[in-house]
């Protein structure tokens, strides 16, 4: 771990800021933009007016320790360790019934959350993204590499350790599709000088995104401007080569011009363990095994069979037709028989 | 009693933030006690829900003076009330503003929907929170929930950052888990505020309505603007 305070004693402003240039943001939210950067901080400080600093609340004394802080902070979100498997111990149903489950999950596989409407898969999505711990409704526990996870690491790990996509997200930032990934890049990889890969990394994103989605689409296109399928495209790609998480949970993806298969195997190519909880036969049969829930319980845990997967080829075959007619009405075409062929 | 401050920007989702905290308190007694400007509607749904309420309206005064000067009663009122956790809801604070006191677990609630660089925007309400509490996070894509993340390490780098649903609740058992180990708060008589209170002692504090030099008297502040 770097000293930052003693770095920040004895260097220039401008010899910090050219090694972890996020420092300059630092002094941009202080509103400290016009420091003599030639001079360390407490120098330049030094020559800033009394009544200036005042007016906005700061002390000289506290912000070489709030600098210190803040590279410390910035540098340290980076430092997420991949993890390899996840366990559910299973907990109670709604009526208080045993569910009896223990399942596990491996980084690079998929599992499908199957069950009515209301049954309680989005609680055991919960359960993962809390990394519960017997200690919420449902009584489950979640292992992280076959070990409990601390009171202290749930709070240090949340957020960080499971990704979300669901049907009802949407790209808000009014910003292009190479300035969102740019700048996702560098949230993420704020410690490096420069950047390191970003620049590469941002365009495997780029290209694979296109590759998912069943409409092309451009860098300097607005994120928000990007179709149902495009954004899901990019979140998904985004996903796997962009977020640190290991763990990505998905609350559906429609058949909405996004190569969901592709998809699935992109997130289990980069080593991802991923949940996904559906009613498309599709992507249910693509996991590796299936959790049914009913009653708020795991009610049943189903290795996707040989007959299953024999299944999946022809339900894929059906996928196809339904896309080949899908296309032929968009393009103005009649939807003939030989579109099914 | 365990005291919490509550603060972030209207329409941010402070108050179904903590009508889902509500949720998870294991039966203990939750009040609320509602600092506005004008106009609330906020007390009128905590009590629907069951929970005491008290709802402060700063009218003229400054909305951060007007917190200062009231807070300690409210300790009393919820001593009296036999309230467990007290939750005070500041909204209408400008962003110069910030509620939170020393000693006493601080929440900012800031919208994902609101801007990037909105947490950076915030000022000490949000740099001096303990615990920073995105909402809305459920529509947003994962890759803006994880830069605005970013942006609001940024802006306060000690903080707990926790994705709360005002929905749905999801997020608001791991708030409520973080809130349980505030210490407890029997008086605030001394204690200090994290950030100073806006100054202002000038003619428009007092009822002036009028613009121009002519009108201006007491402590105010001039703009440089270029020639």
């Avoid at chain 1, 209301?118 to 519960?132: F, H, P, Q, V, Y």
């Avoid at chain 2, 994962?142 to 802006?155: D, G, N, P, Y």
Wanted: include cysteine; charge should be negative; aromatic fraction near 6%.
């Amino acid at each position: 771990m770097t000293d930052f305070a003693a770095m920040i004693d004895s260097r220039a402003l401008d010899i910090i800021i050219s090694e972890y240039p996020v420092a300059r943001d630092f002094f941009l939210n202080l509103n400290l933009p016009r420091l003599d950067a030639s001079l360390t901080l407490a120098d330049a400080l030094e020559a800033a007016s009394d009544e200036w600093l005042e007016e906005f609340g700061l002390t000289r004394s506290e912000i070489p320790d709030q600098l210190a802080q803040f590279l410390s902070s910035m540098t340290a979100a980076e430092i997420v360790r991949p993890i390899s498997s996840l366990t559910i111990l299973g907990g109670i149903d709604k009526d208080g019934n045993a569910e009896n489950a223990e399942l596990r999950v491996d980084a690079g596989t998929v599992i499908s959350v199957v069950g009515p409407t209301g049954s309680g898969k989005s609680r055991l999505l919960g359960d993962i993204e809390c990394l519960a711990q017997g200690d919420t409704p449902t009584r489950r526990t979640i292992l992280i590499d076959g070990e409990a996870v601390s009171e202290e690491d749930r709070f240090r790990l949340g957020g960080g350790i499971v990704a979300q996509l669901s049907q009802n997200m949407n790209f808000v930032m009014d910003l292009t599709v190479a300035e969102f990934l740019e700048m996702h890049a560098r949230s993420r990889a704020v410690a490096a000088n420069p950047p390191a890969g970003a620049e590469s990394l941002v365009g495997a994103c780029f290209a694979c995104a296109n590759a998912l989605a069943g409409e092309k689409f451009t860098p300097d296109t607005k994120v928000t401007q990007l179709s149902g399928g495009q954004s899901r495209a990019l979140m998904i790609a985004d996903c796997a080569y962009m977020s640190h998480s290991s763990i990505v949970l998905i609350d559906e993806i429609e058949n909405a011009g996004v190569d969901r298969a592709e998809s699935l195997a992109l997130l289990t190519r980069s080593e991802k363990i991923v949940l996904i909880s559906t009613h498309d036969p599709l992507l249910a049969l693509s996991a590796d095994k299936r959790v049914v829930i009913k009653n708020g319980g795991i009610y049943k845990i189903l290795e996707t069979s040989d007959e299953e997967k024999e299944s999946l080829r022809e339900i894929e075959k059906i996928d196809r037709l339904l896309g080949a007619a899908r296309a032929a009405l968009r393009g103005g075409e009649r939807v003939t028989t030989s579109v099914s062929r | 009693m365990k005291m919490i401050t509550v603060a972030g920007p209207p329409s941010s989702g402070k108050t179904s933030v903590i009508l889902r905290l509500a949720e998870c308190l294991d039966g203990l007694r939750l009040g609320v006690i509602k600092f506005d400007c004008l106009t609330s509607f906020d007390a009128q749904r905590y009590r629907d829900a069951g929970i005491p309420a008290q709802l402060g309206l700063s009218g003229k005064f400054c909305p951060d003076h007007f917190f200062v000067n009231n807070v300690e009663e409210g300790l009393a009122w919820g001593a009296r009330r036999g309230i467990d956790v007290l939750v005070t809801e500041s909204a209408g604070l400008c962003n110069r503003c910030s509620p939170h006191i020393a000693g006493i677990t601080s929440v900012c609630v800031v919208d994902s929907l609101s801007g990037i660089n909105t947490p950076r925007k915030i000022g000490p309400m949000l740099k001096f929170a303990d615990i920073v509490v995105v909402t809305k996070g459920d529509i947003v894509s994962q890759a803006e929930r994880e830069v605005f993340a970013w942006s609001v390490r940024q802006a306060n780098g000690s903080a707990q950052i926790l994705s709360v649903n005002g929905i749905t609740g999801q997020g608001a058992f791991m708030l409520a888990k973080k809130l349980m180990q505030a210490r407890d708060t029997d008086a605030l008589a001394g204690a200090r505020l994290r950030f100073t209170t806006p100054a202002a002692a000038c003619s428009y504090c007092t009822g002036e309505t009028r613009i121009g030099e002519a009108y201006q008297m007491g402590m105010m502040r001039k703009m440089e603007y270029e020639q």
